[in-house]
């Protein structure tokens, strides 16, 4: 089964949510990919986010944390936290999944990579999650190609280090742009298509403990507040969409040892792992059980919730 990049037109170019354009042997490869995933579905034992039914033989946990026959969309997924948790929701029996990022190289690797060795339906598509319009149109490209959206991770983010004194207007609205308004622009799109669906669903946010602590020695009060911001935007979107049986929660990492704070590496590192009673960073990884539990049954009657995975710092 092909593995299709799919780049969306510039918000100024879209006519339609649906104008991606793809060559014949894409669009018939999209066609295959997208019958595989509603034949799977069809096949598959009825979700539900309501309860979860103990299964007559053993080991029956194991089979609450299956994800066979669903479709997970992961914003920022190239690389990193994102891709970990691909990763792992693909080693979980995923059908399809669709990474969303703005570097193609990466993210277009990153779908050949969860297809050759999960043999996943993977789509790249990409994106600036600032861009509202362009965001809607992946989306629906994505159900178009995919056939469905049962779990979003929301894992795009940025962030700088600068003095609060120092920080410009524009500097300081580009991280909120894309860490809070990026996010809700996503979700946005992503429930409405759950709800009009009518399956439910589960959404992920990545916040961060920088959400519940302000984090030092380093000045990032721009990310602190749109972590916080993320993590109310959860709480808010798990109480509107609990009626359609969208659940809504969020992993809040510590420091972890990712390409966004490597280039902190010889200023904070040893700071940061001092501070931490497990005395190190996180590896992406080790966000990834989580994910699962949250992207799955198991987690069921979980909404609302925000889950520090941060080594201890903030418990200090």
Same mark, same amino acid.
């Given at each position: 089964?092909?593995?299709? %990049?799919? +780049? =969306?037109?510039?918000?100024?170019?879209?006519? %339609?949510?649906?104008?991606?354009?793809? !060559?014949?042997?894409?669009? #018939?490869?999209?066609?295959?990919?997208?019958?595989?995933?509603?034949?799977?579905? !069809?096949?598959?034992?009825?979700?539900?986010?309501?309860?979860?039914?103990?299964?007559?033989?053993?080991?029956?946990?194991?089979?609450?944390?299956?994800?066979?026959? $669903?479709?997970?969309?992961?914003?920022?997924?190239?690389?990193?936290?994102?891709?970990?948790?691909?990763?792992?929701?693909?080693?979980?029996?995923?059908?399809?999944?669709? #990474?969303?990022?703005?570097?193609?190289?990466?993210?277009?690797?990153a779908c050949e990579q969860l297809h050759s060795e999960?043999?996943?339906?993977?789509?790249?598509?990409?994106?600036?999650?600032?861009?509202?319009?362009?965001?809607?149109?992946?989306?629906?490209?994505?159900?178009?190609?995919?056939?469905? #959206?049962?779990?979003?991770?929301?894992?795009?983010?940025?962030?700088?280090?600068?003095?609060?004194?120092?920080? /410009?207007?524009?500097?300081?609205?580009?991280?909120?742009?894309?860490?809070?308004?990026? /996010?809700?622009?996503?979700?946005? !799109?992503?429930?409405? +298509?759950?709800?009009?669906?009518?399956?439910?669903? /589960?959404?992920?946010? #990545?916040?961060?403990? %920088?959400? *519940?602590?302000?984090?030092?020695?380093?000045?990032?009060?721009?990310?602190?507040? *749109?972590?916080?911001?993320?993590?109310?935007?959860?709480?808010?979107?798990?109480?509107?969409? !609990?009626?359609?049986?969208?659940?809504?929660?969020?992993?809040?990492?510590?420091?972890?040892?990712?390409?966004?704070?490597?280039?902190?590496?010889?200023?904070?590192? $040893?700071?940061?792992?001092?501070?931490?009673?497990?005395? $190190?960073?996180?590896? =992406?990884?080790?966000?990834?059980?989580?994910?699962?539990?949250?992207? *799955?049954?198991?987690?069921?009657?979980?909404?609302?919730?925000?889950?520090?995975?941060?080594?201890?710092?903030?418990?200090?």
């Amino acid at each position: 089964m092909a593995i299709v %990049s799919v +780049h =969306p037109r510039p918000a100024d170019e879209v006519m %339609s949510p649906t104008t991606t354009s793809l !060559a014949s042997s894409q669009l #018939i490869a999209v066609g295959e990919c997208r019958s595989a995933i509603i034949e799977t579905t !069809a096949s598959a034992a009825p979700e539900s986010l309501e309860t979860v039914t103990a299964a007559p033989r053993k080991n029956w946990v194991f089979d609450m944390f299956r994800l066979d026959g $669903r479709v997970a969309v992961v914003t920022g997924g190239a690389r990193g936290l994102g891709y970990a948790m691909a990763d792992g929701l693909c080693a979980a029996g995923l059908s399809g999944i669709a #990474i969303l990022d703005l570097q193609s190289d990466l993210g277009e690797a990153a779908c050949e990579q969860l297809h050759s060795e999960y043999g996943v339906c993977a789509r790249f598509y990409r994106i600036d999650v600032r861009d509202e319009v362009a965001v809607q149109c992946a989306i629906d490209s994505v159900v178009q190609d995919l056939g469905k #959206i049962d779990i979003l991770i929301l894992s795009a983010g940025v962030a700088d280090l600068v003095h609060a004194e120092d920080y /410009s207007a524009a500097k300081f609205k580009r991280v909120i742009d894309i860490n809070l308004n990026g /996010s809700f622009a996503c979700a946005q !799109a992503v429930g409405k +298509h759950m709800i009009a669906a009518g399956r439910g669903g /589960s959404i992920i946010f #990545i916040g961060s403990m %920088s959400g *519940s602590i302000v984090n030092w020695p380093q000045p990032q009060s721009a990310y602190n507040a *749109s972590k916080a911001g993320v993590i109310h935007l959860m709480k808010s979107l798990a109480a509107e969409w !609990a009626q359609y049986h969208i659940r809504c929660n969020a992993i809040s990492p510590g420091y972890m040892e990712t390409p966004l704070n490597t280039e902190f590496e010889e200023t904070y590192f $040893r700071e940061w792992k001092a501070r931490t009673p497990m005395s $190190r960073l996180g590896q =992406p990884e080790e966000l990834t059980g989580c994910a699962l539990w949250l992207a *799955s049954g198991a987690s069921s009657f979980c909404t609302g919730t925000d889950v520090l995975i941060d080594g201890g710092y903030t418990v200090l």
